[in-house]
C-alpha cells in the first residue's frame, strides 16, 4: 500500500521508451507512477483517482499535451503540469508555457534534471507558491534555464540571511532585479530599499551623496543633508556599478562596512547605520583587485556571497519565454491588442546575440511592437543589427565583442561623439563607456562634426 506522503505522478506520451525512462526515474526516486499513451487515457485515469502531477508531451495523437492541458483548466485548474518537447522545438514550449504549464523539458533530458525539476514543481505547489521570488519578479524567473533555476535557489537561501551580497554579471542581465528580489524576500522588505548608481554620480559628489553632509560644510551646503546610506537605516543598500567608485571612496566605505558608522561631510559626530549591502558590477573586480585598481580588504567585505548572473545568450532556452512575456505587459500596459511572434522571429531571436541581453531584449521587443503592422511581430520590426549573430566559422565571443563595438560607435555617431550622450542611448554609464572605448580603440574624432537644425 502507496505511503499517504509518496506523490503520484500522471506520464502521458506516446513513445514507448520516453514512458519506461520516466517510470524507471520516477519510480526509484519514491514516486508513484501512472502510465497513458495520449490525452484521452491520461483523463480517463484522471476520472479514477487524483494524482498530484501530470507530465505530457506536447505532440501525441488524438488528444495532445495542448488539448489536454485545456481540459485540465476546466476539471483541476490547480493541478500542476510539466510539458516534454523535442529538442529545439522552443516555439512548442512556449505555447505550453502560455498555455499554463509550470514548466517544460527538452527531450532528451538528463535523470537528475527530471528529478529536480520534479521536486521543485511539487515543493512550490505544496506551499501554494507564497515562497517563491516569481510573484512581481518582471519576467526575471520565467525560465526554462537550469542555470536560472539554480539561481532563484539561491537567491531564496540568501536573501533572509543578513550577509552582504556581490552580484556579478554583463550590463543588461538583470542585476538590479535581483538586488530587488533580495530585499523584497528579506526580513527588511517593511524598509527602504535605496539604490545608489556609482556609475553614473560624479566622484566629486558621490561622497555627499553617499554619507551627507552638514550645512556650511562647503560653498552650496545651505542646510544639512541626510546621505544614502543613513536613508537605507534598517533595510538594503543597493550598490550598483560598485567597481566604479574611486580608491578614497573604497577606503571611507570598507570603514564603515567595518563599524557600521558613517560621518557626514563637516561633522565631528559619529552616525550608526544598520543595513545590508547589495553591491554589482559587470567589471572583473578580481582583476581590478590583482591590478591594484580595488581595493582587495573591500572586495572581500562586500562579497560574502557571490552571485553570477549568467548573460542571455549562456540561457537561449529563455529568450521566447522572456520575448512574450515582454510583449504581453507591453501590450497591456499601452492598452494594445496583443502581439503575435511567429516561428520566424523567434528563430531569429535564437540566433541573435544580444549583447545588451535582456535589456536588450526587453527594448527590441516594446519598440518593435509600436513598428510592427497587423498585430504580428517581424524579425525587422526588432530593429536589431545582424552583427550581432555569429558568422559561420567565427567564435560566438569575437562576435559579440565586434556587436558592442558597432553599437558603441553608432551611438557616437548619433550622439556627435559625446561620450555623455552617447552613455544613456546605450544604457551604460560614463566610466562604463569609457572603459569599452578604450578596450577596443576607438578613436574619438577631434574635430566633431556639427549638427544642424
Known sequence: MASKDRKTILVADDDPHIQEVLDVRLSSAGYEVILAADGREALAELSRRPVDLVISDVRMPGLDGLELQARLEKIAPRLPIIFLTAFGSIQDAVTAIKSGAVDYLTKPFEGRELLDKVKQVLDRHGQGQAASPAAGDGGMWRTASQRMRDLAQVVEKVAPRDVNVLLLGESGTGKERIAHLIHELSPRREHPLVVVDCGSTPASLLESELF???????????????????????????????????????????????????????????????????????????????????????????????????????????????????????????????????????????????????????????????????????????????????????????????????????????????QKDAAPLLGV?????????????????????????
Not at 566610466?431 to 580603440?441: C, H, P, S, T, V
Not at 566633431?448 to 537644425?453: G, M, Q, S
Open 212 to 418: 551627507g553632509h552638514v550645512k556650511g560644510s562647503f560653498t552650496h551646503a545651505v542646510k544639512d543633508k541626510k546621505g544614502l546610506i543613513e536613508e537605507a537605516h534598517k533595510g538594503t543598500l543597493f550598490l550598483d556599478e560598485i567597481g566604479n567608485i574611486s580608491q578614497e571612496m573604497q577606503v571611507r566605505l570598507l570603514r564603515f562596512l567595518e563599524n557600521r558608522k558613517i560621518r557626514r561631510i563637516g561633522d565631528t559626530r559619529e552616525i550608526a547605520v544598520d543595513c545590508r549591502v547589495v553591491a554589482a558590477t559587470n567589471a572583473d573586480l578580481a582583476q581590478d583587485v590583482a591590478r591594484g585598481d580595488f581595493r582587495e580588504d573591500l572586495y572581500y567585505r562586500l562579497r560574502v556571497v557571490t552571485i553570477q548572473v549568467p548573460p542571455l545568450r549562456d540561457r537561449r532556452e529563455d529568450i521566447p519565454i522572456l520575448a512574450e512575456h515582454f510583449a504581453k505587459s507591453f501590450c497591456k500596459a499601452q492598452g494594445m491588442p496583443p502581439v503575435a511572434i511567429p516561428r520566424e522571429t523567434a528563430e531569429f531571436m535564437l540566433a541573435y546575440a544580444w549583447p545588451g541581453n535582456i535589456r536588450e531584449l526587453k527594448n527590441a521587443v516594446e519598440a518593435g511592437i509600436v513598428l510592427c503592422q497587423g498585430g504580428v511581430l517581424t524579425p525587422a520590426d526588432l530593429q536589431v543589427s545582424p552583427a550581432g549573430k555569429p558568422r559561420h566559422g567565427e567564435s560566438e565571443a569575437l562576435s559579440l565583442d565586434e556587436s558592442e563595438k558597432q553599437a558603441i560607435v553608432k551611438a557616437l555617431e548619433k550622439s556627435n561623439w559625446v
Open 429 to 453: 554609464s560614463r566610466r562604463a563607456l569609457n572603459y569599452k572605448i578604450q578596450k577596443y580603440g576607438i578613436d574619438i574624432p577631434t574635430r566633431r562634426r556639427v549638427i544642424k537644425p
